[in-house]
């Protein structure tokens, strides 16, 4: 899910929202204690299961985040608002004999902002900062509908070294819901959210790897650009080493049916709604200036790092209004990113292609790029990530 409002915009019969977030989770909980203060609180959770749960530290490292994969929802969780955020109040009693007190924690499925997707060993030494693209969400988006795995959480951290954090970044990037839709939002809220999370002088020196799909890819790109011209975000673009692109419309790519749908979501009544997102759209479509301009700005950047590109072998099935007047990915297949759209042709350039279309090539990654990986892992993959990032010590890793 990405730059095509593939599942969240649009109609798609697999169920949504089985996986939830919980934050603010206190450093003491174990995962068998949280389970319990959530069995305490509603009894349709008591078919819940510790398999279930997913546990991390959050990024800041002041408190836990979980991640619930239920199958089928809870009924707690079917009474809420998927597109809201929730506060849930449990009164906690510390052992020793220690006072009561409330613990609120926060609940969405959004996934807006950073989630954890692993425990990382020791003090981390390099932080993967995964973003997704237009009508995507940070957790489906990378998730197999075959299988339900999502490969960041379920296989990439047993294929890399222990000490490196993975974080999925989400933000509100739905063509048909309420919200703001500009290049200069997404930008600045991405950039926001990087320095919250590198807020020490020790985290905003460690090495930063970024995973892009789609307009996620630009996101990127425009993040290292402010990088560049503030110097208040200048650790961003110090930071980062690889950047790994699956399916970037560098050079645009085709929006005239998601121009249909948003002409059709936003009637004149609410035209500055309609005219923000028309505006970003015109700036992915192929041949934009936006586009052109920051390609030219960007060279000396990416002459920094290293740069993996990916790019889609098939064709993807473009959105269409049904008779019952629902929009739907049913329409005429079309390659949605062009190869040389998706490609830069710099020589710290490493380019490959995905036999899946533009939705499936981050779904399936793990199982696409599989000979990219190292021979050592089980499944002989791991995105090249090992083979692209060397350590030559803890305190300076470089290329």
């Known amino acids: 899910m990405d730059l095509l409002p593939a599942a969240t915009d649009v109609q798609d019969c697999r169920p949504q929202h089985e996986c939830w977030r919980v934050q603010n989770i206190p450093t003491s909980w174990s995962l068998t204690k949280f389970l319990q203060m959530l069995q305490k609180k509603d009894e349709s959770l008591i078919s819940l299961e510790e398999q279930c749960i997913s546990l991390y530290p959050s990024y ?5 985040t979980a991640l619930l994969s239920m199958r089928p929802l809870p009924q707690y969780f079917q009474k809420l608002d998927p597109d809201d955020s929730h506060v849930l109040i449990l009164e906690d009693m510390p052992e020793a004999g220690g006072k009561r007190g409330d613990v609120f924690l926060s609940l969405d499925c959004h996934f807006r902002g950073l989630t954890p997707l692993n425990v990382p ?4 030494l390099v932080d993967i900062v995964a973003v997704t693209g237009l009508g995507g969400h940070a957790i489906e988006s990378w998730q197999s509908r075959q299988s339900d795995q999502m490969w960041l959480k379920d296989f990439l951290p047993c294929s890399i070294p222990e000490n490196i954090r993975i974080l999925t970044y989400g933000y509100n990037s739905s063509l048909t819901k309420p919200g703001k839709r500009s290049m200069v939002d997404y930008r600045r809220g991405f950039v926001q959210v990087l320095s919250n999370a590198q807020s020490t002088a020790e985290e905003r020196a460690r090495p930063l790897i970024f995973i892009g799909h789609s307009l996620g890819c630009i996101l990127i790109a425009q993040a290292l650009l402010q990088a560049q011209n503030n110097h208040s975000d200048s650790h961003i673009l110090a930071s980062t080493r690889v950047a790994f692109l699956f399916g970037a419309p560098h050079g645009g790519q085709k929006v005239d049916d ?13 035209s500055s709604q309609q005219s923000r997102r028309l505006r970003l ?3 992915l479509r192929e041949d934009s200036d936006f586009l052109d301009d920051q390609r030219e700005r960007l060279i000396s950047i990416w002459e920094q790092m290293k740069i993996v590109s990916f790019y889609e072998k098939r064709d993807t099935k473009t959105v269409k209004k049904n008779e019952a007047g629902e929009w739907e990915r049913t329409g005429e297949a079309a390659r949605l990113v062009q190869g040389f759209s998706s490609l830069l042709y710099l020589k710290q350039e490493s380019r490959y292609a995905i036999d899946e279309d533009h939705i499936n090539m981050v779904r399936n990654a793990w199982k696409a790029t599989a000979s990219l990986g190292s021979h050592h892992s089980p499944d002989g993959v791991q995105l090249g990530l090992t083979n692209t990032i060397m350590f030559n ?3 300076q890793q470089r290329l």
């Open 60 to 64: 800041t490292g002041s408190s836990q």
């Open 121 to 124: 060993v020791r003090n981390n």
């Open 258 to 270: 998601l121009v249909s749908m948003v002409k059709d979501f936003t009637s004149s009544s609410c």
């Open 281 to 283: 759209l015109e700036h």
């Open 393 to 395: 010590s803890p305190g």
